[in-house]
């Protein structure tokens, strides 16, 4: 069940959540939540609630699909039946297909895949809890478990989305503003090398909005950078550091 579109979502400066344009989400992130997995997470961001499981470097099977030069890296999302106003039928679907391909091309830009031939990691997304920019902060969450299980990366992918919301270019669009909004566009980056590793856009922007967002969105991810760097602290402490 969708919330009916409001009549406006900014009033004075303040967005429906009370957020000021350019303000993120309160966020919380911890890492080493599961035992059974290799590696984990939990990240709250605003009302998203994701959990995070990662399994390997692992013998794969079928062993046809392995890769002799490299590791494959498996993401699956998914959200669960209660995560959503109107309960989710389980099982995969065309977004949640779509959501675990932009997730794996995301990462694999930073994991040393070459390091670890013929073997599978297995990063296992769970939204229990959804309420816009879930993909953003899967990657986060994912980034984070792939550390905790001590996979080595050249760093991890940090990701916001920005938009456009009543005619203005806001940070980090929830729910209400995602679905009603002019545009949304979820960005991931390598904050180290600089890079875009995840862009995509729904709706529509003038090129100057467009230019606007984008660097709001980086600005974003960059926040939610330190966030992640403090929660691996967190756990690790200084040989967080020495360990890469
Ligand atoms: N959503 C939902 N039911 C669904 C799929 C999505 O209620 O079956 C909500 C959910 O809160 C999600 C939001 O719509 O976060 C926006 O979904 P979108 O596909 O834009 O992905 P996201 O913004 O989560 O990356």
């Not at 967005?15 to 911890?30: A, S, T, V």
């Not at 297909?97 to 070459?114: D, G």
């Not at 922007?205 to 600005?219: C, G, N, W």
Request: aromatic share 6%; net charge positive.
């Amino acid at each position: 069940m969708k919330l009916g579109k409001p009549e406006r979502m900014i009033i004075n400066g303040r967005r429906l959540d009370g957020r000021g344009l350019y303000e993120l989400r309160p966020i919380k992130m911890k890492v080493g939540v599961l035992k059974n997995a290799d590696g984990s997470s939990y990240l709250e961001w605003g009302g998203n609630k994701i959990l995070c499981a990662v399994h390997g470097p692992r013998e794969l099977h079928p062993k046809h699909l392995a890769r002799p030069d490299k590791a494959i890296l498996r993401c699956i999302y998914s959200m669960a039946t209660f995560s959503v106003k109107e309960r989710k039928k389980p099982g995969p679907d065309r977004r949640s297909i779509e959501l675990s391909k932009v997730i794996r091309e995301a990462l694999e830009n930073v994991v040393f895949l070459h390091l670890f031939p013929q073997t599978v990691i297995d990063v296992y997304i769970k939204v229990l809890q959804s309420d816009g920019g879930t993909r953003c902060a899967s990657i986060v969450a994912a980034s984070l478990a792939l550390a905790d299980a001590g996979i080595p990366m050249k760093d991890l992918v940090a990701a916001c989305a920005a938009g456009k919301v009543d005619g203005q270019i806001v940070l980090d669009l929830f729910e209400i503003e995602d679905n009603y909004g002019e545009a949304d566009l979820p960005v991931a980056i390598v904050p180290k090398t600089g890079e875009i590793v995840l862009l995509q856009m729904d709706g529509n922007m003038t090129r100057e909005e467009f230019e606007k967002a984008l660097e709001l969105a980086i600005s974003g991810a960059l926040k939610v950078y330190e966030l992640q760097k403090k929660a691996l602290y967190e756990k690790y402490g200084a040989s967080y550091e020495t360990k890469r």
